[in-house]
């Protein structure tokens, strides 16, 4: 069986990377929102549009006003918007007259100056730092000559045709509308209304530091948050990292883990989780220790008298008693093997308890497996035979099932050992009984013998390993010692309880009797 590769070791992080995630996880979808700002056509054609149906509302009152009375141009110039200009123009597409200066209007003071507050500032300058773009061509006429004959627009108003643009002019841009004048009394053919868009790209920056201060906001309130939930589930997590590693080490004792199970959250329940799971394995570590000390102990009995024999048998010159040394030794031998088996079971025991898978066990065949193990081979064939007269007698209910989940080679070596201690005490005419008791909850199975019982204040030793108090008329040397603390382990693996007691009658015990109890399976 080729082995596992061994897990890598834990890197030692001087940061913490979950804090790295928790806050890239908050921000990176605010971040992307954030890069909404740059995406603002749709709002600025909205404003443009709306723009232009002002001029060409605009231009379509001026001209049937300059048609009425061509003398009307100094009552327009009396409330004339800032940063707007009219042009009259003739047939030439020359200047006749003018109405405002767009290009020399006051500007409006730059908000970003007028700030007061850090987000303010921040969204002033990051506006500041990338201004409006504009795919716009440039204006193409002369503004400081009032030349407008290479307008396009102009010769299209001439011939009777509305017309609406707007140009890049001085790192902003403008709007123009053009509109014939059919008038035959006066020698404007055609007007042309300029307004500056800086009120456009004023509203759309004005929009954009408001999208950046919240933006900047949000950020500085999720950061927070990260740094407050990192410092509630990632250091937490990595105080009880450092310390697991620290334990593994060898740096700290097994039960130095942090204690967090005043948190009532999963970091709480994964403390408390890991610090049962240390003093468990501290607890199994003086279990190992006390079982090699125990096998040792064991081990050393049958080969000190195997060596005793021998040492003795080299000295007696009488066959008879060369012969009781050797079967002395062989008895040893023997015993020596049993509890080398036992030993190695035991020492599995745990392993395979937890690798191997649960099942549904039907308990009633099961133990009726192992009786039918109990008898000679010549005896199992002889079915009249077994129950005339077997050693174990079964009162089972019929009408119950008593399934149970767990698994069956462990099961079946708590009940193989149960029964053949109880059979180790079996006398004439004095069946053991298996009984089970079945309800909703459980099943319960007990195994009963006429045996002497247990002596008293011995009934929970007899389940310690290596515990071979037997009567005088018993051989201890048949026993391991290991039985009854297999099957106790395997019984709490499964979630389960076994005790024995004695059978009384008055105040004689009659014998003795163990209870095993575990979980009913419903299908």
Not at 224 to 245: D, M, Q
Not at 374 to 382: A, F, L, Y
Not at 384 to 410: M, Y
Request: net charge negative; charged share 25%; glycine share 4%.
């Amino acid at each position: 069986m080729t082995p596992p590769d061994p897990l890598p070791l834990a890197k030692k992080r001087r940061g913490s990377s979950l804090t790295l995630v928790i806050m890239a996880v908050n921000i990176i979808p605010l971040l992307i929102m954030g890069f909404g700002i740059f995406y603002l056509d749709k709002y600025k054609q909205n404003l443009i549009k709306t723009a232009f149906i002002n001029m060409s509302e605009k231009t379509r009152l001026i001209s049937v006003l300059l048609e009425e009375n061509p003398n009307s141009l100094s009552k327009l110039a009396l409330n004339w918007p800032d940063r707007n200009s009219l042009f009259l123009l003739n047939e030439d597409g020359e200047v006749i007259s003018s109405i405002g200066s767009f290009w020399n209007a006051d500007k409006k003071s730059d908000q970003s100056m007028q700030v007061m507050n850090f987000t303010d500032t921040f969204a002033a300058l990051f506006v500041y730092l990338n201004p409006l773009q504009t795919s716009l061509p440039p204006f193409p006429a002369d503004l400081t000559e009032l030349q407008f004959s290479t307008l396009p627009e102009v010769d299209g108003a001439l011939f009777g045709k509305e017309e609406l643009s707007a140009w890049t002019f001085e790192n902003s841009f403008i709007m123009t509308a053009t509109r014939p004048v059919h008038s035959t009394s006066s020698p404007v053919k055609a007007i042309i209304i300029i307004t500056a868009g800086d009120h456009i790209t004023e509203a759309i920056d004005e929009v954009r530091r408001d999208i950046m201060k919240a933006f900047i906001t949000v950020i500085i309130l999720t950061f927070l948050l990260s740094v407050y939930l990192s410092s509630f589930i990632a250091i937490p997590l990595k105080k009880l990292g450092r310390a697991a590693e620290d334990i593994r080490s060898g740096k700290r004792g097994l039960t130095d883990l942090p204690d967090m199970s005043h948190r009532k959250d999963e970091i709480g329940e994964l403390s408390i989780i890991l610090r049962q799971m240390t003093v468990a394995l501290d607890s199994r570590l003086d279990s190992f220790q006390s079982f090699a000390a125990d096998v040792a102990h064991e081990i050393k009995n049958p080969i000190t008298s195997i060596r005793s024999a021998i040492e003795t048998a080299l000295k007696v010159n009488k066959k008879e008693d060369r012969d009781g040394l050797l079967k002395i030794m062989e008895q040893d031998v023997h015993r020596l093997d049993r509890l080398i088996t036992d030993i190695s079971r035991h020492s599995r025991l745990d392993t395979d308890l937890a690798r191997d898978s649960y099942q549904v066990i039907d308990l009633k065949q099961l133990i009726n497996d192992l009786i039918t193990l109990c008898h000679n081979p010549i005896d199992r064939q002889k079915e009249e035979h077994n129950r005339e007269n077997s050693p174990i007698e079964t009162i089972f209910p019929d009408q119950q099932s008593a399934f149970v989940l767990g698994k069956g080679d462990s099961l079946g070596q708590v009940f193989q050992n149960l029964i053949s201690n109880a059979l180790s005490f079996h006398m004439e005419n004095t069946p053991i009984k298996i009984i089970m008791k079945i309800d909703a909850a459980c099943v319960k199975v007990l195994i009963e013998d006429k045996g002497p019982g247990i002596p008293a204040g011995q009934l929970n030793k007899i389940f310690e390993r290596f515990y071979t108090d037997r009567p005088m008329s018993h051989d201890v040397k048949q026993n391991s010692g290991l039985g009854l603390a297999i099957a106790k382990q395997i019984i709490e693996a499964h979630d389960g309880k076994i005790y024995a007691e004695n059978i009384e009658s008055g105040d004689t015990v009659i014998g003795a009797r163990f209870v095993v109890k575990l979980k009913r399976y419903h299908a």
